[in-house]
Protein backbone atom coordinates (compact mmCIF):
# COMPACT_ATOMS: atom_id res chain seq x y z
CA UNK A 1 0.00 0.00 0.00
CA UNK A 2 1.25 3.64 -1.28
CA UNK A 3 1.49 6.13 2.02
CA UNK A 4 0.98 9.74 1.02
CA UNK A 5 2.87 11.87 0.22
CA UNK A 6 5.34 9.45 -1.26
CA UNK A 7 8.68 10.41 0.56
CA UNK A 8 10.99 11.54 -2.46
CA UNK A 9 13.81 14.05 -0.52
CA UNK A 10 16.36 11.49 0.77
CA UNK A 11 18.70 14.39 0.05
CA UNK A 12 17.22 16.89 2.55
CA UNK A 13 16.85 14.08 5.47
CA UNK A 14 15.72 10.30 6.08
CA UNK A 15 13.98 8.28 8.94
CA UNK A 16 15.68 6.59 11.26
CA UNK A 17 15.48 3.39 10.60
CA UNK A 18 13.69 0.58 12.69
CA UNK A 19 17.06 -1.25 13.05
CA UNK A 20 18.69 1.84 14.62
CA UNK A 21 16.37 3.24 16.42
CA UNK A 22 16.26 -0.38 17.94
CA UNK A 23 19.75 0.59 19.23
CA UNK A 24 19.29 4.23 20.50
CA UNK A 25 16.39 3.25 22.62
CA UNK A 26 17.71 1.78 25.72
CA UNK A 27 20.42 5.09 26.03
CA UNK A 28 17.49 7.29 26.88
CA UNK A 29 16.64 6.11 29.98
CA UNK A 30 17.91 2.70 31.32
CA UNK A 31 21.71 3.50 30.09
CA UNK A 32 21.59 7.13 30.84
CA UNK A 33 24.97 7.61 31.92
CA UNK A 34 27.33 10.34 31.07
CA UNK A 35 29.85 9.50 28.82
CA UNK A 36 32.01 11.99 31.10
CA UNK A 37 31.45 10.00 34.28
CA UNK A 38 34.35 8.32 35.03
CA UNK A 39 33.22 7.48 38.99
CA UNK A 40 30.69 4.74 38.52
CA UNK A 41 29.20 2.32 35.75
CA UNK A 42 26.62 4.75 34.06
CA UNK A 43 29.51 6.55 33.29
CA UNK A 44 31.17 3.93 32.09
CA UNK A 45 28.43 1.80 29.86
CA UNK A 46 27.84 4.75 27.96
CA UNK A 47 31.31 5.66 27.07
CA UNK A 48 31.78 2.11 26.39
CA UNK A 49 28.93 2.70 23.97
CA UNK A 50 29.87 5.57 22.39
CA UNK A 51 33.69 3.90 22.17
CA UNK A 52 31.70 1.12 19.64
CA UNK A 53 30.29 4.00 18.05
CA UNK A 54 33.20 5.89 17.14
CA UNK A 55 34.41 2.75 15.98
CA UNK A 56 31.57 1.92 13.75
CA UNK A 57 31.71 5.87 12.35
CA UNK A 58 35.48 5.32 11.63
CA UNK A 59 35.37 2.47 9.96
CA UNK A 60 32.50 3.44 6.88
CA UNK A 61 35.36 6.23 5.68
CA UNK A 62 38.12 4.40 6.90
CA UNK A 63 39.67 6.59 9.48
CA UNK A 64 41.24 5.83 12.82
CA UNK A 65 38.47 5.95 15.66
CA UNK A 66 40.62 8.99 17.66
CA UNK A 67 40.26 11.19 14.43
CA UNK A 68 36.35 11.36 15.08
CA UNK A 69 35.35 13.96 16.67
CA UNK A 70 31.52 13.79 17.55
CA UNK A 71 29.35 17.35 16.65
CA UNK A 72 25.76 18.43 16.45
CA UNK A 73 25.69 17.68 12.69
CA UNK A 74 27.55 18.76 9.31
CA UNK A 75 26.74 22.32 9.87
CA UNK A 76 28.84 22.43 13.13
CA UNK A 77 31.65 20.35 11.66
CA UNK A 78 31.64 22.81 8.78
CA UNK A 79 31.87 25.63 11.04
CA UNK A 80 34.71 24.02 13.33
CA UNK A 81 36.80 23.25 10.07
CA UNK A 82 36.52 26.69 8.43
CA UNK A 83 37.01 29.10 11.19
CA UNK A 84 39.46 26.38 13.71
CA UNK A 85 42.02 26.09 10.47
CA UNK A 86 41.74 29.95 9.32
CA UNK A 87 42.10 30.44 13.76
CA UNK A 88 45.31 28.36 13.85
CA UNK A 89 47.22 28.69 10.63
CA UNK A 90 46.91 32.35 10.12
CA UNK A 91 50.29 32.86 10.63
CA UNK A 92 50.74 30.89 7.16
CA UNK A 93 47.96 32.52 5.53
CA UNK A 94 44.59 33.88 4.79
CA UNK A 95 43.56 32.03 1.38
CA UNK A 96 41.16 29.51 1.15
CA UNK A 97 39.96 27.80 -2.41
CA UNK A 98 36.32 26.64 -2.17
CA UNK A 99 33.62 25.89 -5.12
CA UNK A 100 30.40 27.98 -5.97
CA UNK A 101 28.04 24.92 -5.77
CA UNK A 102 28.99 24.56 -2.32
CA UNK A 103 26.47 23.98 0.37
CA UNK A 104 25.23 27.08 2.33
CA UNK A 105 27.09 25.86 5.00
CA UNK A 106 30.41 26.33 3.81
CA UNK A 107 29.27 28.95 2.34
CA UNK A 108 28.04 31.40 4.62
CA UNK A 109 31.39 29.99 6.73
CA UNK A 110 33.50 31.44 4.36
CA UNK A 111 31.17 35.14 3.92
CA UNK A 112 32.16 35.36 8.13
CA UNK A 113 35.43 34.66 7.58
CA UNK A 114 35.83 37.02 4.95
CA UNK A 115 34.60 39.74 7.77
CA UNK A 116 37.84 38.78 9.42
CA UNK A 117 40.30 39.12 6.91
CA UNK A 118 39.90 35.67 5.10
CA UNK A 119 40.73 35.79 2.12
CA UNK A 120 38.39 33.25 -0.38
CA UNK A 121 38.78 31.59 -3.80
CA UNK A 122 35.50 30.44 -5.20
CA UNK A 123 36.08 28.19 -7.72
CA UNK A 124 33.50 27.91 -11.18
CA UNK A 125 32.41 24.74 -12.12
CA UNK A 126 31.06 24.08 -15.94
CA UNK A 127 27.58 22.77 -17.24
CA UNK A 128 27.95 19.19 -15.76
CA UNK A 129 28.64 20.90 -12.23
CA UNK A 130 32.56 19.67 -12.30
CA UNK A 131 35.37 21.95 -11.39
CA UNK A 132 38.63 21.95 -13.27
CA UNK A 133 41.09 20.54 -11.61
CA UNK A 134 43.76 22.96 -13.13
CA UNK A 135 42.38 25.71 -12.06
CA UNK A 136 42.36 24.45 -8.90
CA UNK A 137 45.98 23.82 -8.97
CA UNK A 138 46.65 27.69 -10.43
CA UNK A 139 44.83 29.17 -7.39
CA UNK A 140 46.84 27.77 -4.71
CA UNK A 141 49.22 30.14 -3.92
CA UNK A 142 51.71 30.26 -0.54
CA UNK A 143 48.94 31.70 1.48
CA UNK A 144 46.40 28.84 1.06
CA UNK A 145 45.68 26.72 4.08
CA UNK A 146 42.88 24.99 3.02
CA UNK A 147 40.92 23.72 0.10
CA UNK A 148 36.91 23.17 0.74
CA UNK A 149 35.30 20.70 -2.32
CA UNK A 150 32.26 18.61 -1.10
CA UNK A 151 32.12 15.27 -2.10
CA UNK A 152 28.91 15.42 -3.92
CA UNK A 153 26.63 17.92 -4.02
CA UNK A 154 23.13 17.75 -2.19
CA UNK A 155 21.25 19.09 -5.05
CA UNK A 156 22.03 17.08 -8.00
CA UNK A 157 24.18 14.44 -7.09
CA UNK A 158 27.23 15.49 -9.11
CA UNK A 159 30.39 14.27 -7.23
CA UNK A 160 33.83 15.85 -8.36
CA UNK A 161 37.22 14.35 -8.71
CA UNK A 162 38.35 13.93 -5.14
CA UNK A 163 41.09 11.46 -4.79
CA UNK A 164 42.71 14.00 -7.62
CA UNK A 165 41.70 16.84 -5.65
CA UNK A 166 43.54 15.01 -2.44
CA UNK A 167 46.85 14.82 -4.63
CA UNK A 168 46.56 18.29 -5.40
CA UNK A 169 46.37 19.40 -2.25
CA UNK A 170 49.05 16.80 -0.60
CA UNK A 171 51.28 18.44 -2.93
CA UNK A 172 50.75 21.65 -2.50
CA UNK A 173 50.82 21.21 1.26
CA UNK A 174 47.83 22.61 1.89
CA UNK A 175 45.16 21.66 4.07
CA UNK A 176 41.84 19.49 2.21
CA UNK A 177 38.05 19.61 3.85
CA UNK A 178 35.72 17.70 2.14
CA UNK A 179 31.75 17.91 3.06
CA UNK A 180 30.80 13.92 2.55
CA UNK A 181 27.74 14.56 3.86
CA UNK A 182 25.55 13.07 0.91
CA UNK A 183 28.59 10.85 -0.38
CA UNK A 184 28.79 8.49 2.95
CA UNK A 185 26.87 5.78 2.92
CA UNK A 186 25.86 5.79 -0.68
CA UNK A 187 29.65 5.89 -2.10
CA UNK A 188 32.83 4.43 -1.15
CA UNK A 189 34.56 7.33 1.45
CA UNK A 190 37.85 6.87 2.04
CA UNK A 191 39.98 9.13 3.88
CA UNK A 192 43.02 7.48 2.76
CA UNK A 193 42.36 6.89 -0.33
CA UNK A 194 40.45 10.02 -1.60
CA UNK A 195 44.01 12.14 0.64
CA UNK A 196 41.54 14.03 2.64
CA UNK A 197 42.48 15.83 6.29
CA UNK A 198 39.04 17.02 7.54
CA UNK A 199 35.84 15.51 6.48
CA UNK A 200 32.12 16.16 7.68
CA UNK A 201 28.75 13.53 7.80
CA UNK A 202 25.55 13.49 9.36
CA UNK A 203 23.67 11.11 11.08
CA UNK A 204 20.11 12.56 9.91
CA UNK A 205 21.94 12.10 6.42
CA UNK A 206 22.16 8.09 6.54
CA UNK A 207 19.10 7.03 8.52
CA UNK A 208 20.58 8.20 11.83
CA UNK A 209 19.11 10.72 13.73
CA UNK A 210 18.86 14.46 13.79
CA UNK A 211 21.36 16.21 15.58
CA UNK A 212 24.10 14.14 15.31
CA UNK A 213 27.58 14.45 12.86
CA UNK A 214 30.99 14.14 13.23
CA UNK A 215 34.04 15.76 11.89
CA UNK A 216 36.99 13.92 10.98
CA UNK A 217 40.29 14.87 11.82
CA UNK A 218 43.47 13.37 10.44
CA UNK A 219 46.36 12.56 12.82
CA UNK A 220 48.99 12.07 10.67
CA UNK A 221 50.79 12.68 7.48
CA UNK A 222 50.20 15.98 8.26
CA UNK A 223 48.56 16.26 11.27
CA UNK A 224 45.47 18.94 11.20
CA UNK A 225 44.87 21.11 14.04
CA UNK A 226 41.92 23.19 13.80
CA UNK A 227 40.86 25.18 17.09
CA UNK A 228 37.75 24.28 18.97
CA UNK A 229 34.73 25.96 17.89
CA UNK A 230 32.95 25.00 21.43
CA UNK A 231 34.80 25.59 24.71
CA UNK A 232 34.08 24.14 28.12
CA UNK A 233 35.17 20.85 29.79
CA UNK A 234 37.47 19.46 27.39
CA UNK A 235 35.56 16.80 25.82
CA UNK A 236 36.26 14.93 22.22
CA UNK A 237 40.40 15.81 22.96
CA UNK A 238 38.97 19.17 24.01
CA UNK A 239 38.33 19.66 20.12
CA UNK A 240 34.67 19.74 21.03
CA UNK A 241 33.49 20.35 24.62
CA UNK A 242 29.79 19.52 26.07
CA UNK A 243 27.82 16.32 27.40
CA UNK A 244 27.88 13.74 24.23
CA UNK A 245 24.61 12.76 22.79
CA UNK A 246 24.83 8.95 23.57
CA UNK A 247 21.77 8.25 21.82
CA UNK A 248 22.56 10.21 18.69
CA UNK A 249 25.80 8.60 18.91
CA UNK A 250 24.63 5.39 19.53
CA UNK A 251 22.23 5.66 16.71
CA UNK A 252 24.93 7.37 14.41
CA UNK A 253 27.40 4.28 14.44
CA UNK A 254 24.87 1.97 14.23
CA UNK A 255 23.27 3.85 10.86
CA UNK A 256 27.12 3.79 9.61
CA UNK A 257 27.63 0.05 10.42
CA UNK A 258 24.26 -0.38 8.43
CA UNK A 259 24.90 1.98 5.58
CA UNK A 260 28.51 0.11 5.14
CA UNK A 261 26.47 -3.60 4.88
CA UNK A 262 23.76 -2.21 2.40
CA UNK A 263 25.96 0.01 0.45
CA UNK A 264 25.64 -1.66 -2.68
CA UNK A 265 22.90 -3.70 -2.80
CA UNK A 266 20.99 -0.60 -1.64
CA UNK A 267 22.51 1.34 -4.46
CA UNK A 268 21.89 -0.70 -6.98
CA UNK A 269 18.50 -0.57 -6.75
CA UNK A 270 17.89 2.64 -5.88
CA UNK A 271 19.82 3.31 -9.22
CA UNK A 272 17.62 1.27 -11.15
CA UNK A 273 14.36 2.87 -9.43
CA UNK A 274 16.17 6.57 -10.80
CA UNK A 275 16.81 4.89 -14.02
CA UNK A 276 13.17 4.38 -14.36
CA UNK A 277 12.10 8.07 -13.37
CA UNK A 278 14.02 9.18 -16.07
CA UNK A 279 13.52 7.51 -18.52
CA UNK A 280 9.52 7.65 -17.70
CA UNK A 281 10.04 10.92 -17.90
CA UNK A 282 12.35 11.45 -20.65
CA UNK A 283 9.59 10.31 -22.61
CA UNK A 284 7.70 13.58 -22.27
CA UNK A 285 10.64 15.16 -24.07
CA UNK A 286 9.59 18.37 -21.99
CA UNK A 287 12.83 18.39 -19.65
CA UNK A 288 16.51 17.82 -18.57
CA UNK A 289 18.77 16.27 -16.33
CA UNK A 290 21.10 18.74 -14.90
CA UNK A 291 24.59 18.18 -13.58
CA UNK A 292 27.39 15.23 -14.73
CA UNK A 293 25.97 11.83 -15.53
CA UNK A 294 28.17 10.35 -15.21
CA UNK A 295 29.87 11.84 -11.92
CA UNK A 296 26.62 11.60 -10.43
CA UNK A 297 25.09 9.41 -6.24
CA UNK A 298 23.09 6.79 -7.50
CA UNK A 299 19.72 8.29 -5.89
CA UNK A 300 19.69 11.98 -7.03
CA UNK A 301 18.27 13.43 -10.04
CA UNK A 302 17.58 17.11 -10.68
CA UNK A 303 15.21 17.81 -13.84
CA UNK A 304 14.28 21.10 -15.43
CA UNK A 305 10.78 21.28 -16.90
CA UNK A 306 10.40 22.92 -19.90
CA UNK A 307 7.87 26.25 -19.04
CA UNK A 308 6.88 24.95 -15.81
CA UNK A 309 8.01 26.69 -12.67
CA UNK A 310 8.49 24.11 -9.89
CA UNK A 311 6.75 26.40 -7.45
CA UNK A 312 3.41 25.24 -9.31
CA UNK A 313 4.56 21.67 -9.56
CA UNK A 314 5.01 21.26 -6.40
CA UNK A 315 1.45 23.08 -5.91
CA UNK A 316 -0.22 20.94 -7.85
CA UNK A 317 1.75 17.73 -6.71
CA UNK A 318 0.55 17.77 -3.14
CA UNK A 319 1.23 13.90 -3.39
CA UNK A 320 4.84 13.55 -3.94
CA UNK A 321 7.11 15.66 -1.82
CA UNK A 322 10.09 16.89 -3.50
CA UNK A 323 12.37 19.74 -3.06
CA UNK A 324 12.70 22.39 -5.95
CA UNK A 325 15.64 24.09 -7.49
CA UNK A 326 15.29 27.57 -5.36
CA UNK A 327 15.63 27.79 -1.74
CA UNK A 328 12.48 29.93 -0.10
CA UNK A 329 14.88 31.00 2.48
CA UNK A 330 13.67 34.57 1.89
CA UNK A 331 9.99 35.83 0.92
CA UNK A 332 10.82 35.91 -2.89
CA UNK A 333 12.42 32.33 -4.13
CA UNK A 334 15.81 33.07 -5.24
CA UNK A 335 17.23 30.61 -7.77
CA UNK A 336 19.47 27.38 -6.72
CA UNK A 337 22.85 29.13 -6.43
CA UNK A 338 24.19 25.67 -7.54
CA UNK A 339 21.97 25.42 -10.72
CA UNK A 340 22.99 28.94 -11.47
CA UNK A 341 26.80 28.29 -10.90
CA UNK A 342 26.32 25.28 -13.58
CA UNK A 343 25.31 28.46 -15.89
CA UNK A 344 21.88 27.44 -15.95
CA UNK A 345 19.03 30.81 -16.98
CA UNK A 346 17.27 31.91 -13.84
CA UNK A 347 14.03 30.92 -15.30
CA UNK A 348 15.33 27.24 -15.77
CA UNK A 349 16.68 26.61 -12.68
CA UNK A 350 13.10 28.03 -11.10
CA UNK A 351 11.99 25.11 -13.03
CA UNK A 352 14.12 22.60 -11.48
CA UNK A 353 12.86 19.40 -9.69
CA UNK A 354 15.40 17.65 -7.04
CA UNK A 355 14.38 14.28 -6.74
CA UNK A 356 16.23 11.66 -4.52
CA UNK A 357 15.35 8.34 -3.60
CA UNK A 358 16.44 6.27 -0.59
CA UNK A 359 16.75 2.97 1.27
CA UNK A 360 12.80 2.96 1.44
CA UNK A 361 11.92 3.79 -1.85
CA UNK A 362 9.79 1.41 -3.69
CA UNK A 363 8.88 0.78 -7.46
CA UNK A 364 5.26 1.81 -6.96
CA UNK A 365 6.02 5.10 -4.84
CA UNK A 366 8.26 5.83 -8.47
CA UNK A 367 5.37 4.74 -10.95
CA UNK A 368 3.58 6.69 -8.68
CA UNK A 369 5.21 9.71 -9.01
CA UNK A 370 5.56 9.39 -12.82
CA UNK A 371 1.83 9.15 -13.37
CA UNK A 372 1.10 12.08 -10.99
CA UNK A 373 4.27 14.13 -13.14
CA UNK A 374 3.04 13.17 -16.67
CA UNK A 375 -0.52 14.40 -15.63
CA UNK A 376 0.67 18.02 -15.23
CA UNK A 377 3.95 17.92 -17.54
CA UNK A 378 2.41 17.27 -20.98
C1 LIG B 1 22.56 18.37 4.90
C2 LIG B 1 23.87 18.87 4.46
C3 LIG B 1 24.65 19.67 5.30
C4 LIG B 1 24.19 20.11 6.66
O1 LIG B 1 24.16 19.01 7.52
P1 LIG B 1 23.41 19.09 8.94
O2 LIG B 1 23.88 17.86 9.65
O3 LIG B 1 21.95 19.05 8.62
O4 LIG B 1 23.83 20.33 9.64
C5 LIG B 1 25.88 20.07 4.82
N1 LIG B 1 26.32 19.71 3.61
C6 LIG B 1 25.60 18.94 2.77
C7 LIG B 1 26.16 18.56 1.46
C8 LIG B 1 24.35 18.50 3.18
O5 LIG B 1 23.63 17.75 2.34
Same mark, same amino acid.
Given at each position: ??????????????????????????????????????????????????????????????????????????????????KGVFENYISK????????????????????????????????????????????????????I?????????????????????????????????? @? +??? $????? %????? !????? &??? #??????????????????????AKPA??????????????????????????????????????????????????????????????????????????????????????????????? @? +??? $????? %????? !????? &??? #??????????????????????????????????
Amino acid at each position: MLKFPVYLDYNSTTPVDPLVLEKMLPYFNDKFGNAASKTHSFGWIAEEAVDQAREKVAALINSEKEEIVFTSGSTEAINFALKGVFENYISKGNHIVTVKTEHKAVLDTCSYLETKGAAITYLAVDREGMIDLNRLSDAITEKTILVSVMFANNETGVMQHIEEIGSICKEKKVLFFCD @A +TQA $AGKTR %VDVNE !HQVDL &MCI #SAHKLYGPKGTGALYIRRKNPRAKPAPLIHGGGHEREFRSGTLNVPGIVGFGEACALAQKKMWEDGERISKLRTLLEQSLAETGNNFINGSIRNRLHNTTNISFNGINSGIFIKELPDIAV @A +TGS $ACTSA %VAEPS !HVLKA &MGL #SDEEANSSIRFSLGRFTTEEEIKFAIEQIKKISR
